[in-house]
């Protein structure tokens, strides 16, 4: 059997296995950290800084850290919070965000992230920029307007071959989401559904799919996220 | 005492936020009960008559008369609140924001395929009577101080509902889980 680490989130006293991701080690101990651009499975990029948390008095994203024992972690701080909820009115305010006219919403992460946060306003003036749609693919669209640039399908979505469809181009704020079209096209139904699921927010939409889930029966409409590890109160 | 007073108005809105108000259901009977109505398109009253309390703002600003109507509130009510996404964020009709103006006239009055045949002469509204349509559609904070949001398309009913009774009676204010929305 493997070594058994302890830590603390919040003077909670958890244990993991040693060499667990903090996010997945909070997961088992039944601890919500937020995550945005990190997903379970595939290699963490910390860019998103959302899962920042303070270990020993420092802050570090969870998603890029592997729990070492003894650790002390604070996850829910009034400092802390306040930090995710400018992370979230940031990405708002330098995305265009309709939420009504968009068919993510209600399943969106970006969102739901908006509503644990209470954020009734974002807090910085709206950029509004111009961004580019590309229809070009046959199973979905990529909508750049809503694109967090968390770089889940670039390091998620590969083809048979093991090759990327999706890829970062430019640089800086000029970086935007491109789609091998050829090998998208190979994708089957299911993939590109699989796809649209990876993307946190309503970039990548399945095409011929439209608003499906009725208002009150889609993901976030009752339930906060991060419910299903950890009951909280919003 | 006399009851608070309060105005509304919908200016880049559809309307549709002050359906929401309507959506309350019995409880206007409540709300009649609880505050008196000044400018409001709920009255037809057109004019402040005197200094209200709260001014309910729906919709954004994307002309000059919406401009106007906002500072005129913002001079007469002690508190604005920015009511659905429209007023908060500029709403759909912000997804104009990145098409060019021209562009945008154009296609309204003389490619859409309603009007290109129906417009021989091509003409374009142009006429000092016209409000001037702004460069983008700007969310009401960014033009006026807003004291409050309520983010909803609409604002659910209870979000409302709650809201203007904690304004009104001083009580604090909650907000369950499901009708804080953004859609």
Same mark, same amino acid.
């Given at each position: 059997? @493997?070594?058994?680490?302890?830590?603390? #989130?919040?003077?909670?006293?958890?244990?993991?296995?040693?060499?667990? &991701?903090?996010?997945?080690?909070?997961?088992?101990?039944? /601890?919500? #950290?937020?995550?945005?651009?990190?997903?379970?499975?595939?290699?963490?990029?910390? @860019?998103?800084?959302?899962?920042?948390?303070?270990? %020993?008095?420092?802050?570090?994203?969870?998603?890029?850290?592997?729990?070492?024992?003894?650790?002390? #972690?604070? %996850?829910?701080?009034?400092?802390?919070?306040?930090? $995710?909820?400018?992370?979230?009115?940031?990405?708002?305010?330098?995305?265009?965000?309709?939420?009504?006219?968009?068919?993510?919403?209600?399943?969106?992460?970006?969102?739901?992230?908006?509503?644990? *946060?209470?954020?009734?306003?974002?807090?910085?003036? *709206?950029?509004?920029?111009?961004?580019?749609?590309?229809?070009?693919?046959?199973?979905? *669209?990529?909508?750049?307007? $809503?694109?967090?640039?968390?770089?889940?399908?670039?390091?998620?979505?590969?083809?048979?071959?093991?090759?990327?469809?999706?890829?970062?181009?430019? $640089?800086?704020?000029?970086? #935007?989401? &491109?789609?091998?079209?050829?090998?998208? &096209?190979?994708?089957?139904?299911?993939?590109?559904?699989?796809?649209? %699921?990876?993307?946190?927010?309503? @970039?990548?939409?399945?095409?011929?799919?439209? *608003? /499906?889930?009725?208002?009150?029966? $889609?993901?976030?409409?009752?339930?906060?996220?991060?419910?299903?590890?950890?009951?909280?109160?919003? | 005492?006399?009851?608070?007073?309060?105005?509304?108005?919908?200016?880049?809105?559809?309307?549709?936020?002050?359906?929401?108000?309507?959506?309350?259901? +019995?409880?206007?009977?409540?709300?009649? +009960?609880?505050?008196?109505?000044?400018?409001?398109?709920?009255?037809?009253?057109?004019?402040?008559?005197?200094?209200?309390?709260?001014?309910?703002?729906? !919709?954004?600003?994307?002309?000059?008369?919406?401009?106007?109507?906002?500072?005129?509130?913002?001079?007469?009510?002690?508190?604005?609140?920015?009511?659905?996404?429209?007023?908060?964020?500029?709403?759909?009709?912000?997804?104009?924001?990145?098409?060019?103006?021209?562009?945008?006239?154009? +296609?309204?009055?003389?490619? !859409?395929?309603?009007?290109?045949?129906?417009?021989?002469?091509?003409?374009?509204?142009?006429?000092?009577?016209? =409000?001037?349509?702004?460069?983008?559609?700007?969310?009401?904070?960014?033009?006026?101080?807003?004291?409050?949001?309520?983010? !909803?398309?609409? =604002?659910?009913?209870?979000?409302?509902?709650?809201?203007?009774?904690?304004?009104?009676?001083?009580?604090?204010?909650?907000?369950?889980? +499901?009708?804080?929305?953004?859609?």
């Amino acid at each position: 059997m @493997s070594e058994q680490i302890k830590f603390t #989130i919040d003077g909670k006293a958890c244990t993991t296995e040693k060499g667990t &991701n903090l996010v997945k080690a909070a997961k088992e101990n039944g /601890v919500y #950290i937020p995550i945005l651009c990190h997903l379970e499975g595939i290699k963490p990029a910390g @860019s998103c800084r959302i899962c920042n948390v303070k270990i %020993n008095g420092r802050f570090m994203t969870a998603c890029t850290t592997d729990v070492a024992d003894g650790m002390v #972690i604070e %996850n829910i701080t009034p400092e802390i919070q306040e930090l $995710r909820k400018i992370i979230v009115e940031t990405l708002f305010v330098s995305g265009n965000h309709f939420c009504p006219a968009c068919e993510k919403s209600g399943n969106c992460e970006l969102q739901a992230l908006g509503y644990r *946060y209470q954020m009734m306003v974002p807090r910085f003036p *709206y950029e509004f920029e111009e961004k580019e749609v590309d229809a070009n693919s046959n199973k979905f *669209y990529i909508d750049r307007n $809503r694109c967090v640039l968390c770089k889940r399908c670039v390091r998620s979505v590969k083809s048979k071959d093991g090759r990327s469809i999706f890829a970062v181009k430019g $640089r800086g704020h000029k970086a #935007i989401i &491109n789609i091998d079209h050829e090998l998208a &096209n190979q994708l089957s139904d299911e993939e590109a559904m699989e796809v649209m %699921n990876t993307c946190p927010v309503g @970039s990548i939409l399945k095409k011929e799919r439209g *608003y /499906v889930d009725p208002i009150g029966r $889609r993901k976030y409409d009752t339930q906060p996220i991060g419910s299903e590890i950890e009951t909280i109160n919003v | 005492m006399s009851k608070p007073i309060v105005a509304t108005t919908s200016l880049a809105g559809c309307f549709g936020c002050h359906m929401s108000i309507l959506d309350i259901d +019995e409880r206007i009977l409540q709300l009649i +009960e609880l505050v008196d109505f000044n400018k409001s398109p709920v009255d037809d009253i057109k004019e402040f008559t005197e200094m209200c309390d709260i001014g309910l703002i729906e !919709g954004g600003c994307c002309n000059s008369e919406n401009v106007h109507v906002l500072k005129d509130f913002r001079k007469n009510c002690k508190i604005l609140v920015s009511v659905g996404e429209c007023a908060i964020m500029g709403g759909l009709p912000a997804l104009r924001n990145n098409i060019p103006i021209r562009e945008c006239l154009e +296609e309204a009055y003389l490619n !859409g395929p309603s009007t290109k045949d129906a417009n021989p002469d091509r003409i374009m509204p142009n006429n000092e009577e016209l =409000p001037i349509i702004l460069d983008k559609v700007y969310p009401c904070h960014e033009i006026v101080k807003i004291d409050y949001y309520l983010p !909803g398309c609409p =604002p659910r009913a209870d979000l409302i509902w709650n809201a203007l009774v904690a304004l009104v009676t001083g009580d604090e204010l909650k907000l369950p889980y +499901e009708v804080v929305k953004f859609d």
